[in-house]
């Protein structure tokens, strides 16, 4: 089959590519958006948190991920965008030849061409969950908390009864709040084991600096001036953690525990929990098991971006950003012409940011294919910049450092730029 001539390809229908889809179509490129997942939206459709910014003690206001994703797949489709579920990009090649594979060879894709032939490509695959490691930690009942939301916000089945969860962060945080309220008994959260794959993220020191960063979470106003008070004092504040844990919106925090193995014959029955030290180090033999039916893990997100490397853009490994990102500059270009990037392939953010990033891709590459006005260009571009920026301080924090880690990145873009 003859590959399908089009202005843009955009790889990903999450909130960047949706935005950046709406932002180009809207300046008259022909776009397509390709994504191997069966609805649009990325993570949105299975996200669900309390918003940020609301006062201690007060109602708390939830985020409605599948609402924001069928708005960003309206306005990419109303502006003229044609987004293809279902289709899996297995290679970028020169001159920007995209290939493509239907995922079920007997869907409505089954006719895709054979690929499209664009000027130009933004890859915004976004990021992965990264699993917890320990023993037992393959069998059946074991999933991330993505598998979890996904499970009960899209398909609307509860992944169990009786839940563990092992690991602190916001996903988790969320993660656990949905289960309780969709009916499910959760023991609480505990940390997970000290090993070389996720050292710091045993630590109950490092826990609690993570709560201090989302403390405006916090159903109290002394709860949230405890994480934040936490945030400058953790070691001293991990050793005076109550070892029955805290109680944060229903979940209790088990911050001086960690999970030890998942048991069961052919699937998880019961979670091994012991005492940890301020270091995270098993300080007794003594164990508890608790009885479970699913063990939820949730170790941080990295961003996703074997596409660009199969691409032949270079890498850098900024951990501060999640590990390894694409290079590319603060308008969203790679070294290779052409080739632009957005989302949290660019480093691990929330859905507001990976929004914010994708109308400031959209206007870059629009201006890229020469359909904008050159003299507002300029103007236009440091409004989506300052957009991006603001989207950034409002948004849950899954990385502390992801401003330092930027301007890390910047500078191996000054050293290390090499037009492809």
Avoid at 357 to 380: C, T
């Amino acid at each position: 089959m003859t590959p399908e001539k089009v202005d843009i390809v955009i790889v990903g229908a999450g909130p960047a590519g949706l935005a950046a889809a709406a932002v180009l179509a809207q300046n008259g490129a022909t776009v397509v958006v390709l994504d191997e997942a069966p609805i649009p939206g990325g993570r949105l459709p299975g996200q669900i948190h309390p918003q940020p910014g609301r006062k201690p003690g007060s109602l708390k206001k939830w985020s409605n991920g599948a609402a924001r994703a069928c708005a960003l797949t309206e306005m990419a489709t109303q502006a003229g965008a044609r987004i293809i579920c279902g289709a899996s990009v297995w290679g970028i090649f020169s001159g920007w030849h995209v290939a493509v594979a239907p995922v079920d060879p007997n869907s409505s894709h089954a006719d895709l061409p054979a690929g499209y032939d664009a000027r130009a490509v933004i890859i915004a695959t976004g990021a992965t969950q990264n699993p917890v490691v320990l023993d037992g930690w393959t069998l059946p009942g074991v999933i991330t908390a993505g598998a979890a939301q996904t499970l009960i916000n899209i398909h609307h089945v509860l992944p169990g009864r009786n839940a563990a969860f092992v690991g602190l962060d916001p996903l988790s945080m969320s993660t656990a709040q949905l289960m309780s309220e969709a009916g499910a008994n959760v023991h609480g959260i505990v940390l997970p084991p000290v090993n070389g794959l996720q050292t710091e993220l045993s630590s109950p020191a490092a826990a609690i600096k993570t709560l201090a960063r989302f403390s405006n979470y916090a159903p109290t106003r002394s709860l949230a001036l405890l994480g934040k008070i936490s945030g400058r004092m953790s070691r001293i504040a991990a050793i005076l953690y109550p070892k029955s844990g805290v109680a944060v919106d229903g979940t209790r925090l088990f911050l001086r525990h960690a999970a030890l193995a998942v048991e069961g014959r052919s699937h998880a029955e019961q979670i091994v929990v012991a005492g940890v030290n301020s270091d995270g180090m098993i300080k007794s033999d003594r164990k508890k098991r608790w009885k479970v039916d699913v063990v939820i893990t949730s170790a941080g997100l990295s961003p996703l971006v074997e596409l660009a490397q199969v691409s032949g853009c270079p890498l850098i490994h900024v951990s501060d950003l999640g590990g390894w990102v694409p290079l590319h500059n603060s308008r969203l270009e790679t070294p290779l012409d052409g080739l632009f990037v957005s989302g949290s392939i660019t480093g691990v953010e929330g859905s507001e940011v990976a929004e914010a990033q994708g109308r400031l891709a959209g206007l870059v590459v629009s201006d890229y294919l020469g359909l904008l006005i050159s003299a507002s260009v300029n103007d236009s571009l440091i409004e989506c910049q300052i957009a991006v920026h603001a989207a950034r301080k409002k948004a849950i924090s899954f990385l502390p450092n992801i401003v330092s880690g930027r301007d890390e990145l910047l500078r191996h873009w000054e050293v290390n730029r090499v037009p492809i």
